[in-house]
């Protein structure tokens, strides 16, 4: 039985906006109508018939989520039943201190079927939402004998971010247009504060890129006492506010943001928000909040119940030790004809027994990434790292991080994007048009990043172990580390910086038997850059033969060679390959994923809090009920 909870009745006047003593003559038909209700629900199909295996067992998933009413409820429990497909779960709705009774209810039933921990994924959007202190206090009444983990809420995943951008994204002429995101759950002034805070930060990334003038956030109340109506009061206020803000210039659009009140498609919250608007004001619709196709909807589910359900699948992931048959590998280099893929493909070969290993050779394109997501989706992956096979650490970084939501979760730190001049797959806008910002890519995989060859000691000793195979007269020959280089002079030093590192490690090693090694950059893609850097590469391809030695060119690349045939043509030098293949490399790949499993490792204890519900719950006088 999945326990479905309903508000008091008075809750429905409020939302149709009737009199509460008018409304008692429906009090009859309500309590019918609730009894008939709760009957379907309990025999609603279950998941105690599924085959589990022992490790799917050992963790149950409570996932608890504010009461809605009856459609909106709905909406959760399909995606909560693509969620629990294959795992020990049950779906809690927070109502009063009656949640009690189906809480324990709740956790029996994953004990029953084995767990030995509870992660608790909370379907809320702020931390501070008093339901949700609710549901762990009792939780600390029950004092099951398993540990309990609390995941972190909705709203502190990108996938929150991404759900606000939707909507962003369905208003036109968005820099005509003043936007006021309404939210909904406060009891009183402290928690409309914390849950304002909450918001505030979502919106503020959600928005980032749309070029609005402004966006308000309004928190709506939660509680049906005597001051119900004056809040309701100072809500419309705001709204009536907002929209004069705009001076008579532009359109004020109201986004309703929240899991909050939809007993069916009329008696909702939004419902009440738009008989609430001031003129000049509109209300977005959301035309993603219908129910799904149903329990088995799978991909053709409605996409909001399917992002909820893949929200879920990932805080699973998040919560779950990791071992090396669950990890994904996303291997991302830049890609050329087919015999350079290969030779990438083969150079990793070994690792294929110990990872599932996907392919992007690509410049960071981002379908091309999120297709490789899905297939390790497919394969079972639990998480995935998606390794950044490029020279320098920055390149692209930036753009992964985003694209994978670490921008909005992780503590992303600013960077200069050293292929910043290519600007593929950006989404910059031409001129003074303003494009939306490209959706980021919704997986069930948590994600982390690691790579960027840059200095790496492995590097430095395949590229001087190439040197040697070359060198007939060390002592005599000089090695020219020479790579790609970039547009920007700036970027371009890092590169110089990075070579110059690879150059003392190769002289720290038995490289000093050399006569010279010097570093350069060709910058290949920007021919009013190139010029300077070819001739003097030439030139140091000559003053070695005038020292009595030979030129042995190395390029500081992921694998293969560069324009060295083309730019030195004329000259005579002994040319060397890149990093790939060889057994260090392998071993550098090997080390990049256990970067990642270390990072995740690290998110796991930090956000998996313990059940005890810590300094800043709200007593339990405190709390509404």
Known sequence: MIPIYFPHHLAFAFLAGLNPQKYLSLK?????????????????????????????????????????????????IDSFQLFAKGRNASLIFATDERTQKYLRTGVDRLLGKGAERIVVIPLFISAAAPQYWLVRQLLEKERPDVPIFHARVYGESFFAVEDLADKFRAIREPAETRVVVVGYGAVDNDSEQALQTDWKRIVEKASAGFGFPSVDVLIGYDKKDEDAEKRTARLKQGLTDAADGNGGKGRTVVVP??????????????????RMLPPGATLLADSGSDVGAGTNAGEDANPAVRN????????ANRSQPLANEDIGVVFLSHGSDFHWNETMREAVQ?????????FAFSMADQPTIERALRKLEQRGAKAAVIVRVFAMEESFRQSVERMAGLDVEGAVRDSDDVNAGHSHGHHHGHGSVVTAPAPRIRTSLPIQTAGGIGANPLFAAVLLDRAHRLSKNPARDTVILVAHGSGGDHQNKLWIGALEDIAEQMRGADGKGFHAIRVATWREDWPDKRAPWVDKIRAMVEDAKKEGGRAI???ARTTGQGPEDKFLSGLEYDLGSGFAPHPKFVQWVDEQVRIGLARFADARRANMATAEAGDHAPSEKDLWW
């Open 257 to 274: 943001f929240h899991f909050g009140p939809r007993f069916d498609s009329m008696m909702s919250f939004d419902g009440r928000l738009g």
């Open 553 to 555: 060119v190395i390029p």
């Open 28 to 76: 009859s038909c309500y309590r019918f109508a609730l009894m008939v209700l709760l009957t379907a629900a309990s025999i609603r199909p279950g998941f105690a018939g599924e085959i589990l295996s022992g490790k799917d067992r050992q963790t149950g998933f409570l996932v608890v989520a504010a009461d809605r009413g009856f459609l909106g409820n709905e909406e959760i």
């Open 350 to 358: 070994p690792l294929m027994k110990r990872y599932k290993i996907e």
């Open 308 to 315: 909820l359900a893949t929200w879920m699948q990932r805080e």
